[in-house]
Nanobody
Framework: QVQLVESGGGSVQAGGSLRLSCAAS????????MAWFRQAPGKEREGVAT????????IYADSVKGRFTIAQDNAKNTVYLVMNSLKPEDTAMYYC??????????????????WGQGTQVTISS
């Protein structure tokens, strides 16, 4: 019943912007933590940002702080990642993740039970 569907990826030049969307379904009221991860070729999947859905509080990786914003639209059951001032090093496959618990180790891939299929983001210099 649970499902995460990502969209919004694409190619953009350095300095540009993109908005990624993650549409969630299936007992979403119990998903207390949602997050965005990314994985570049040859590298491990890393946490980008997380949102605690009940409180609306957010945490960001140092590499994206001040440039990316994670937000939620409860009416649409959707979580967004707004990416500004994009850099070539942001190039990666971006994944949406969700978990029914309050995840303190938000940056750990193993903490999340549900994952989307991923959407590709490519930034050219």
């Amino acid at each position: 019943q649970v499902q995460l569907v990502e969209s919004g990826g694409g190619s953009v030049q350095a300095g540009g912007s993109l908005r990624l969307s993650c549409a969630a379904s299936g007992y979403t009221d119990s998903w207390k933590t949602m997050a965005w991860f990314r994985q570049a070729p040859g590298k491990e999947r890393e946490g980008v940002a997380t949102i605690y859905t009940r409180a609306g509080s957010t945490i960001y990786a140092d590499s994206v702080k001040g440039r990316f914003t994670i937000a939620q639209d409860n009416a649409k059951n959707t979580v967004y990642l707004v990416m500004n001032s994009l850099k070539p090093e942001d190039t990666a496959m971006y994944y949406c993740a969700a978990d029914p618990f309050l995840v303190r180790r938000w940056y750990e891939r193993s903490e999340y039970q549900y994952w989307g299929q991923g959407t590709q983001v490519t930034i050219s210099s």
